[in-house]
């Protein structure tokens, strides 16, 4: 599988890198020419949150690429100096300016390949007034019959939609869905 | 709260960056000062498993630093090309030699002074076998009275092993534990 190389030079000396395997490693990694650093590359977080109103949803429509013009929940990459929960409610008062209280973590779905794990929280809006942020053209909300399923921006959202309208029609308890998205 | 800054040159061309604040965003970013490339920091995930063989729990003796020689639950960072899952079943196998059936997801942690994400799942031990690797002086199993509660690596482990044991203890199923390490 496709694997991104990031580096080309020492972030910590300018001079450019090799990919080698270290000594006590067993894979490639981005080793300085000069100054001998290592420097490694990992998957990395996206968060947010599947607003709830009544039987309805809250999306936004992305005003940024990529899938501009197409819906997504609230979610964006978590940043240093927050918690994940802290970063899903962060995202959704950025991209939609909806009042929530956050619930439990809903689902963690990997994109292996491009490198990011998803987190969803469930979460309950605390009123209907929204406030759009540059990175969304509209924010609405969807009972399931209107979600424009063929408009949705990411699998991951696609997914944590249908466990969502699943869960509840079943009557299960809303409980954690893990999944891969390939 | 200390916002570590990987980045003194550019990863991409080699010159140096400077931490500012791009037109479309509101934290300080690296960016180059020659091809103007902006570079992200997040968060990273650590990944492992709690493998248990009756009432008992599997702990790794620490052979390298940090925390030499202290006992933690096998563990290490999410690698680029692998799910969550596969990563902390990888981590089991290198560290322990462990042959185990991967259960749910146990605990998400948040380390936020070191910019991690910690994911520990639950995990059957299929046999009582074990083959330290290069990062373990020994491995060993251990009821509750037992654990080196005084000689753990990690706050996490602890909170984990915490939370087994409790749970344990008065019947509860095991769902999922989220919390914050700070």
């Known amino acids: 599988m ?7 030079h020492c972030p910590s000396c300018g001079a450019p890198v090799e990919y080698r395997i270290p ?11 000069v100054c001998a650093t290592v420097h490694y590359e990992n998957p990395i977080n ?13 999306l936004c429509k992305r005003a940024i690429e990529p899938r501009y013009g197409l819906w997504t929940l609230p979610a964006g990459f978590l940043e240093l100096g927050e918690t994940a929960a802290e970063g899903a409610a962060r995202e959704t008062d950025e991209e939609a300016g909806a ?62 939609l249908q466990h969502f309208f699943d ?6 308890p809303f409980t954690l869905h893990c999944g891969d998205v390939v």
């Open 99 to 160: 009042q929530i209280e956050l619930q439990d973590l809903y689902c963690l779905m990997n994109v292996v390949k491009v490198g990011q794990v998803h987190l969803f929280y469930r979460a309950r809006l605390l009123s209907t007034t929204f406030n759009p942020g540059p990175e969304s053209l509209e924010v609405a909300l969807f009972h399931e019959h209107e979600v424009p399923w063929d408009e949705l921006a990411f699998r991951t959202v696609r997914e944590t």
């Open 23 to 33: 000594a006590d490693d067993n894979r490639e990694r981005a080793t300085c020419t």
């Open 46 to 58: 996206v968060v947010g949150t599947l607003p709830v109103w009544g039987d309805q949803v809250l």
């Open 2 to 8: 496709w694997i991104p190389r990031r580096f080309k």
């Open 167 to 172: 869960d509840r029609r079943t009557g299960r």
